[in-house]
């Protein structure tokens, strides 16, 4: 089971024209063992294609 744990921190440094092209990278911050299971943080940076800056950028919090 994975549960949403919850977001670290999320930023939006430029805005998301209508109609356009995303695709998200996503990396692994950490992995953590919990009581139960292991969390882990995933950084996520939301990417739009001709745009210098992304307009998304997040930390998740996963458990499993």
């Avoid at 939006?12 to 692994?28: K, T």
């Avoid at 739009?48 to 998740?60: I, N, S, T, Y």
Wanted: charge should be negative; glycine fraction near 8%; charged fraction near 20%.
């Amino acid at each position: 089971m994975i549960v949403n744990y919850g977001v670290d921190r999320v930023r939006f440094p430029a805005p998301l024209p209508l109609g356009a092209e995303v695709r998200a990278e996503v990396g692994l911050t950490s992995a953590v063992d919990v009581a139960g299971g292991v969390q882990v943080s995933l950084h996520l940076v939301y990417e739009v294609a001709e745009q210098a800056k992304p307009w998304c950028v997040a930390d998740v919090l996963l458990r499993y």
